[in-house]
């Protein structure tokens, strides 16, 4: 049972304009997310995170943006810039189960 | 931010034989964690490793497969064993500093033909 899903494997946007990337997940209990982002040969990098109690949390030209009741959270980059072409991981926990949960994660590519 | 170096970094492997990725932390942690990434899937957990402690596995894995030391705060191996075309995979080694935000290694590219 995959309790974070990112249907997206792939997309694919122009330089200065929006990427954003969703992430849904089905665990009630998740109360803390987070998105890390894969370079190749590289290990993941945490990016930003967002508690349950809030549905926004914004640093710099990345935001999270959560929707509980939707279960659906999103990543949203702008402007996108080439450097920003990566894998993007979402993950959640709660905070009985304590370990990470993450989704199969979505390759975003940001074209000149 | 604790600096992880993991190796190898990749390696090809024959089926039967067994690989020994190696984890080193720049500072001392309470727990060390190995993922194991297939191709095209998720990050799964494979274990937690806990110093002067046997490591604890998630469901799915087992020790006589994935056996894990952790012989001091700073240190940690994952042996692959009796390895298969199905256990292809990346392996990293994190840590957590603060509640789940982790460090990832630069992970071990592993392939068994």
């Known amino acids: 049972d995959q309790q974070v899903k990112q249907n997206s494997p792939s997309l694919s946007v122009q330089e200065g304009r929006i990427s954003i990337l969703n992430c849904d997940y089905t665990?009630?209990?998740?109360?803390?997310f987070l998105w890390y982002k894969k370079y190749p040969a590289e290990g993941p990098t945490f990016l930003i995170s967002?508690?349950?109690?809030?549905d926004k949390n914004e640093d710099g030209r990345f935001t999270v943006f959560l929707n509980k009741s939707a279960k659906h959270l999103s990543l949203h980059i702008v402007p996108s810039q080439p450097g920003d072409s990566a894998v993007y991981f979402c993950a959640a926990s709660s905070y009985q189960g304590g370990k990470l949960i993450f989704g199969q994660g979505t390759e975003l590519s940001v074209k000149p | 931010s604790a600096v992880i170096s993991q190796k190898p970094s990749r390696d090809i492997c024959q089926r039967g034989t067994s690989l020994t990725i190696q984890c080193q932390v720049d500072?001392?942690?309470?727990?060390m964690f190995w993922y194991r990434q297939q191709p095209g899937q998720s990050l799964t957990l494979i274990a937690t490793a806990n110093q002067g402690s046997e490591a604890t596995y998630e469901s799915g894995f087992v020790i006589d497969k994935f056996p894990i030391s952790r012989p001091n705060l700073t240190f940690s191996t994952l042996t692959v064993s009796n390895m298969s075309p199905e256990d292809s995979s990346i392996y990293l080694c994190?840590?957590?500093?603060?509640?789940?935000?982790?460090?990832f290694g630069s992970g071990t590219q592993l392939s068994v033909l």
């Open positions: 967002i508690s349950s109690i809030k």
């Open positions: 500072s001392q942690v309470t727990m």
């Open positions: 994190s840590v957590t500093q603060s509640r789940e935000k982790l460090f």
């Open positions: 665990n009630s209990m998740f109360d803390y």
